[in-house]
């Protein structure tokens, strides 16, 4: 009788231990999948433009942890350093230097509401047929997306293996995606920048090659008379 | 139960890496204050215990009792996740440092991303307790935090791209390794000072004190925070300064090897190594607090983006091209 206890304790052990291991993977993922998709909801739902900004980095993050999840903890890490890091903080600091709330109301009781919506159901459908083509591609013909090539082998990290194929095969399309970019930002700021006359500007190299001679003049004064100052 | 077991593990773990670190911020606080006083003459807090040591301690006892006021028009929620945030990921990111070659919470793959992805969302608690605090002061503080904070993170980013290129990996403890011949502080000397000023400028201290000029702009960001709330922006603020020094000390400075790889010095544990290095930073981040005048905004996005940037960038070509001309680049 005893021994049959004991059977049945080392059991029940034996089926906690890998219970409580893929539970934790289920918790750790249903916990961030289910935060990135509330936030998601969040970002659009809320009123208030700065509280979206926060959901939609608190979405980046959840996505990160996933990406961390599914051992992709490069692609998660450079997610956090761009998005959150830089391009959230872009965010944040327009969306809270911009009178947008005000806007916004505006939007909500005119009716420029109506002009909005045919766009940006046209836009939502274009994107869902989109990830229906990705989904349904995957799933009827997998070796098109090829898998294998890319997580097959785990003796490698996950930086080397990226790096491996991106400064390869797709060389190319990585320095024109670069230039791309590049284009853009001087694009941009090619066309905000202003030649503003009158602004003073400091010259370091002047400053610092500035003589006594040329910055001091000393001059006898006559009483009653003073000197003119040119300046 | 097992699987909890192992989850106690971690926590004692946990605990065992934050309270010294949580001690040691509070020492550091009053080395800081200090070593400022010895440089202008002063004696320094020296009252409160041996050499004035419990004086963070008294400090602390007295943010503990002060009432905690938050302002009606602010945005409840955020200003109070500020401090938070900022105490919360000063902390997180000393999961990855390692103390010696076995000595460290998680020894992860891409471990100098992860210092840097956290150092680079310090931003937001600063960002967040300047908005939520809804005041002019404050706002100002944020807004410059944010334009210098994400402008000095660009060239700490390409100067960890110049020590990477010369190991070959993101692991923190391959990186401390790989300088077991030579520290990367000698051969790439002018990054290390590039890092040594962008590290003051990210983690907002003198001479880039900006977001809280107190001249200017009363406390900046912490403005409208009183008690136990400011006391967790102080220590987040002086967290995230020990981790800047101890990143500085792994990157350059050997992290804990010991400087001479003779009899005596091998003996020493790595985590002493370690800390003697992070004190000896902290200590010249110090002394350039007390010597150096403050900038003029201006000033800091031009040193920022027109001379740090270009250079260190310049320096990653140098760095590559010395590499694979002599065919020393790291490969495995």
Not at chain 1, 190 to 206: A, D, E, H, N, P
């Amino acid at each position: 009788m005893a021994t049959d206890g004991r059977m049945f304790w080392r059991l029940i052990l034996k089926l906690t231990i890998s219970i409580d291991k893929m539970i934790a993977h289920a918790i750790f993922f249903y916990t961030f999948s289910i935060i990135a998709v509330v936030s998601a909801i969040m970002v659009t739902a809320s009123k208030n433009t700065v509280h979206s900004v926060f959901f939609l980095i608190l979405d980046f993050i959840s996505i990160s942890c996933l990406f961390i999840m599914i051992g992709a903890e490069f692609l998660g890490m450079i997610m956090l350093i761009v998005y959150v890091g830089a391009v959230a903080v872009l965010f944040l600091f327009v969306v809270m230097m911009l009178n947008v709330a005000q806007q916004k109301n505006q939007w909500f009781a005119g009716q420029a509401t109506s002009k909005h919506i045919p766009v940006g159901l046209i836009i939502s459908t274009l994107i869902f047929f989109e990830i229906i083509i990705v989904i349904g591609g995957w799933k009827y013909k997998p070796e098109i997306f090829d898998i294998n090539n890319s997580l097959a082998s785990t003796s490698v990290s996950n930086t080397h293996s990226l790096g491996q194929v991106l400064y390869t095969d797709y060389i190319h399309v990585f320095q024109i995606s670069g230039m791309i970019l590049l284009v853009a930002m001087v694009g941009a700021i090619v066309l905000t920048f202003r030649q503003r006359s009158g602004v003073k500007k400091q010259s370091y190299i002047k400053q610092i090659s500035r003589e006594r001679s040329e910055g001091v003049e000393v001059l006898e004064v006559q009483s009653n008379k003073g000197v003119k100052i040119d300046d | 139960m097992e699987y909890l077991s192992i989850v106690f593990q971690e926590v004692y773990k946990i605990l065992f890496l934050l309270v010294p670190v949580l001690v040691s911020v509070a020492m550091i606080v009053w080395l800081d204050r200090r070593v400022w006083a010895f440089v202008q003459k002063r004696q320094g807090p020296n009252v409160v215990g041996p050499f004035g040591l419990l004086q963070s301690l008294a400090d602390a006892l007295k943010y503990i009792f002060k009432e905690i006021i938050i302002p009606s028009s602010s945005n409840k929620v955020i200003f109070i996740l500020a401090p938070i945030v900022t105490m919360t990921l000063a902390l997180i990111a000393w999961a990855v440092i390692p103390f010696s070659a076995t000595q460290v919470l998680a020894d992860i793959n891409v471990g100098i991303l992860y210092l840097f992805a956290v150092s680079s969302l310090g931003v937001y608690g600063i960002i967040m307790g300047g908005w939520a605090s809804n005041s002019k002061y404050p706002f100002l503080g944020a807004i410059r935090s944010a334009a210098q904070m994400v402008s000095y993170e660009v060239s700490i980013g390409v100067i960890i791209i110049n020590v990477l290129l010369c190991v070959g990996s993101l692991n923190l403890n391959d990186i401390v390794i790989a300088q077991q011949n030579m520290w990367f502080v000698i051969p790439l000397f002018p990054m290390f000072v590039i890092f040594f000023i962008s590290a003051l400028a990210e983690t907002n201290r003198p001479p880039f004190d900006l977001p809280e000029a107190e001249a200017e702009l009363v406390a900046g960001y912490q403005t409208e925070y009183s008690g136990m709330m400011y006391a967790m922006f102080w220590l987040g603020e002086y967290a995230n300064i020990l981790l800047m020094c101890a990143m500085g000390a792994i990157l350059f400075l050997g992290g804990w090897m010991s400087p001479i790889d003779v009899y005596p010095f091998i003996l020493v544990p790595g985590a002493i190594w370690l800390i003697l290095k992070i004190l000896l930073l902290f200590i010249l981040f110090a002394l350039v607090k007390a010597i150096v005048p403050r900038y003029r905004y201006d000033q800091l996005m031009r040193l920022g983006w027109k001379v740090f940037l270009p250079l260190s960038l310049i320096w990653v070509v140098l760095t590559a091209s010395y590499l694979f001309y002599f065919n020393l680049l790291p490969v495995n």
